[in-house]
Structures are given as structure tokens and as C-alpha cells.
């Protein structure tokens, strides 16, 4: 049995709870509460740089060992996810074609949905048709934040990078 680690990082669009295991992450979420952020365990403490810079805007691709717990059908999807481009969006549709099933379209929803490392899993890059901004577990708000801060700084690297 693992024995799971936690700590938080307050971020611009709230406070996430971040959990490990010896493995990897386990899980990033967005609480809707203050924490007194403490001592970070050794194996959060470059997932929390990470997440940093992403916020700030110098990071655009993770690399931080993950332990994904779920079924075979959802680790498929999660290990999709992120294959999305960093300031790209693709909707549900494609992703269950990405997958190779686009009759499983309400089961990719969920499959999203229950995304448990939220933003390096970019489960915020799915939109539904048209481009509207559906389903996320972090609040729309927040699904619409990350994409705009995605795509700020997408297109400032075309005319600056």
C-alpha cells in the first residue's frame, strides 16, 4: 500500500490540493477553501515548481512521474488528454476518435470528468461543439481561465519566441 502524500499551492485561480504517492501524483484539485500552505513532501516538490511556472506562464509541457489510478477505458482517455497541445483545444467528439470509439462519446465525458490531476491531465483543453466551454470539474470559471491563459501565451510565442 502506498502511503499518499499531500500539500497545496495557491494558484491565480485558487488553491489546489496535490497528492503523491511513491509512484508519482496522484491527484490535482481545486479546492474551494484557504490553506496555510506548510511543508511540501520531497515527492511534491517539483510538481509544485512545475505548476508554478505553468501559472506564470514559462511552462508548457509537464514532466512529472504520474501514478493514474482508474479503470483501462479511463486511462486510455487520461494518457490521450495529454497529447492535446499546450493553447489547443479539441472537442469530446475527437477525443473519442482519438481513442478509437466515437460511440463512446458520453463515456469520454465522464471519463474527463473524473480527470483526477487536474491541469497536467489537460482535461480543461476538451470543449464541447461549437467551442463552448462544458463540463468542468473545476468550475467553468476556472476551465475558462486556463484556456485563455493557454492561449495568451501561445500567441505571444509566435510573435516572440
Same mark, same amino acid.
Given at each position: 500500500?502506498?502511503?499518499?502524500?499531500?500539500?497545496?499551492?495557491?494558484?491565480?485561480?485558487?488553491f489546489v490540493?496535490?497528492?503523491?504517492?511513491?509512484?508519482?501524483?496522484?491527484? *490535482? %484539485?481545486?479546492? $474551494?477553501?484557504?490553506?496555510?500552505?506548510?511543508?511540501?513532501?520531497? /515527492?511534491?516538490?517539483? /510538481?509544485?515548481?512545475?505548476?508554478?511556472?505553468?501559472?506564470?506562464?514559462?511552462?508548457?509541457?509537464?514532466? *512529472?512521474p504520474?501514478?493514474?489510478?482508474?479503470?483501462?477505458?479511463? *486511462?486510455?482517455?487520461? $494518457? %490521450?488528454?495529454?497529447?492535446?497541445? =499546450?493553447?489547443?483545444?479539441?472537442? =469530446?467528439?475527437?477525443?473519442?476518435?482519438?481513442? !478509437?470509439?466515437?460511440?463512446?462519446?458520453?463515456?469520454?465525458?465522464?471519463? $474527463?470528468?473524473? $480527470?483526477?490531476?487536474?491541469? *497536467?491531465?489537460? /482535461?480543461?483543453?476538451?470543449? !464541447?461543439?461549437n !467551442?463552448?466551454?462544458?463540463g #468542468?470539474?473545476?468550475?467553468?470559471?476556472?476551465?475558462?481561465?486556463?484556456?485563455?491563459?493557454? =492561449?495568451?501565451?501561445?500567441?505571444?510565442?509566435?510573435? #516572440?519566441?
Amino acid at each position: 500500500m502506498n502511503d499518499i502524500q499531500r500539500a497545496f499551492l495557491e494558484t491565480p485561480i485558487g488553491f489546489v490540493e496535490i497528492t503523491c504517492s511513491s509512484k508519482g501524483v496522484r491527484s *490535482i %484539485e481545486f479546492v $474551494n477553501f484557504r490553506v496555510k500552505v506548510k511543508r511540501t513532501p520531497a /515527492c511534491l516538490k517539483e /510538481c509544485k515548481l512545475q505548476l508554478h511556472e505553468y501559472f506564470e506562464g514559462w511552462r508548457k509541457e509537464f514532466s *512529472i512521474p504520474l501514478d493514474l489510478e482508474g479503470s483501462p477505458f479511463q *486511462i486510455k482517455v487520461w $494518457n %490521450e488528454l495529454l497529447k492535446i497541445p =499546450y493553447g489547443k483545444t479539441i472537442t =469530446y467528439l475527437e477525443l473519442a476518435r482519438r481513442i !478509437g470509439d466515437v460511440k463512446a462519446l458520453r463515456a469520454v465525458g465522464g471519463a $474527463n470528468a473524473t $480527470n483526477p490531476v487536474s491541469v *497536467i491531465v489537460p /482535461c480543461h483543453r476538451v470543449i !464541447g461543439m461549437n !467551442g463552448k466551454l462544458v463540463g #468542468y470539474a473545476g468550475g467553468l470559471k476556472r476551465k475558462k481561465w486556463l484556456l485563455e491563459h493557454e =492561449y495568451a501565451f501561445a500567441q505571444r510565442d509566435l510573435f #516572440y519566441g
